[in-house]
């Protein structure tokens, strides 16, 4: 048996969540393998909202089990928070959710050390969402980091406090008071007092060894899906850097995040936007600073789920979605919120750069890394409401057009189309 998988292809928010949270009733088992909660991924269930950082979006499905694995960072004090939402909605996640011994803690250092880095980058910041993502990989690579198998220790609060006093340290030697109210937005004692307590509650859940609990099941025939954060271009070796997250985003880091070989990857499920989104700084070719920009902002209603910061927006990019196709070996391609355009009266699609005169088809070092002019190919909009569509045929001609035309450039067929946030706005080939 293989362990699919599903990521994104852009700059995250592609709607991944979703898209889980439909495949799901076909698993037993749903994996999240990287990330941490500066992810953000929201469901419709029934016209209710629910947004999940560091759950899998298979958590809804009480019958499959749901998998925190060894690649994912974890604030213990904003798991607490997500599972007692779940709590109100009537979701146990006790009885579907476990966490691997090896997924690092965020502690509360961790925060203060992300938004001291950030305020000190001043104009250069790469717009991080401030939650210790940044610093807790640091740890964890120059192994200083402590892990969820850690909590049941007896020297635990020893070691807490001995990595704790080096992030304070630190903090000192940038001429930063630690306990500034501009690091933190409660004061640092209560937030570590809240944290300890959320380890505490947190014990009530199973922790594992993941990649032996993985394998197994996958030596039994466990069908499993492999869910994904944050988004391919976000990579911290692949991505825009710097302004990438801090973790493998593709399909590789699968493999190290939840413990098992290259061999066992299945179908590769490939999530994105009929057109793109970033949150934060960093390049972004087909950006639309004007009043189309502002209209797919305010129809899709792009803003970050985990930050609130408004979304920048511009037309899809086919350098860039066949790049992170090639990277990851995407099977399947997923096409979200195609409806966001159904008043425009012609789409772009970028289908080329110019670089210095010259005209480039692929993203490469360069184009990540200086200004491009996107060359464009317009299509005629569907102009027409896309409600109620229950398969591919009976699509608009022109957004089936807009269709073939990404399938013709990116060489694979389009299997599923979103059409709206809730589960039954799906149509899948």
């Known amino acids: 048996m293989k362990i699919d998988v599903l990521l994104g292809l852009q700059w995250g928010d592609e709607g991944k969540g979703k898209i889980v949270d439909v495949l799901t009733p076909r698993y037993d088992i749903i994996a999240r393998f990287q990330g941490g909660p500066n992810a953000g991924h929201t469901l419709e269930i029934e016209g209710d909202r629910h947004v999940l950082h560091t759950i899998p979006s298979g958590i809804f499905h009480s019958d499959k089990i749901n998998i925190i694995g060894n690649?994912?960072?974890?604030?213990p004090f904003i798991l607490k928070n997500e599972l007692d939402k779940l709590k109100v909605k009537g979701v146990d996640a006790?009885?579907?959710?476990?966490?691997?011994?090896?997924?690092?803690?965020?502690?509360?250092?961790?925060?203060?050390?992300?938004?001291?880095?950030?305020a000190a980058l001043g104009k250069e910041k790469i717009g991080s969402t401030l939650k210790g993502i940044g610093p807790c990989y640091t740890d964890k690579t120059a192994?200083?980091?402590?892990?969820?198998?850690?909590?049941?220790?007896?020297?635990?609060?020893d070691r807490y406090n001995a990595l704790k006093n080096r992030h304070m340290r630190i903090l000192g030697s940038l001429n930063i008071d630690p306990y500034s109210k501009e690091l933190e937005k409660m004061p640092f004692e209560v937030y570590e007092s809240l944290w300890f307590s959320s380890i505490e509650e947190l014990k009530q859940y199973e922790f594992i060894d993941s990649e032996l609990y993985i394998n197994k099941a996958l030596a039994e025939g466990k069908r499993i899906l492999a869910e994904g954060a944050q988004g391919s271009l976000l990579d911290i070796d692949f991505g825009s850097y710097p302004f990438?997250?801090?973790?493998?985003?593709?399909?590789?880091?699968?493999?190290s995040g939840?413990?098992?070989?290259?061999?066992?990857?299945?179908?590769?499920?490939?999530v994105f936007k009929a057109y793109c989104t970033r949150v934060g700084s960093g390049p972004f070719p087909t950006e639309l600073s004007d009043e189309t920009g502002e209209e797919l902002r305010k129809k899709g209603n792009e803003y970050g789920s985990t930050t609130g910061r408004p979304r920048r927006c511009g037309w899809l990019d086919l350098p860039a979605l066949k790049y992170a196709v090639m990277l990851n070996g995407v099977t399947d391609l997923v096409m979200m919120k195609a409806d966001v355009m159904n008043e425009f009266d012609n789409i772009n699609i970028c289908t080329s750069y110019e670089v210095n005169g010259n005209e480039i088809s692929d993203l490469t070092f360069e184009t990540l890394s200086n200004p491009v002019k996107p060359l464009y190919t317009v299509m005629e909009g569907w102009k027409s409401s896309l409600e109620g569509l229950s398969n591919f045929g009976i699509l608009p001609s022109q957004l089936s057009g807009y269709i073939r035309f990404i399938e013709n450039a990116v060489k694979l067929p389009i299997g599923i189309l979103s059409l709206g946030p809730g589960r039954?706005?799906?149509?899948?080939r």
């Open 71 to 75: 690649g994912v960072i974890v604030d």
């Open 94 to 118: 006790r009885l579907n959710l476990k966490i691997s011994k090896r997924s690092h803690l965020i502690l509360p250092t961790h925060r203060m050390l992300d938004a001291a880095n950030e």
């Open 143 to 157: 192994r200083y980091g402590l892990r969820f198998g850690d909590i049941h220790s007896a020297d635990f609060a």
């Open 244 to 255: 990438v997250t801090s973790s493998n985003t593709i399909t590789a880091g699968v493999c």
């Open 258 to 270: 939840l413990g098992v070989p290259p061999s066992s990857i299945g179908n590769v499920y490939g």
């Open 424 to 428: 039954d706005q799906t149509i899948l």
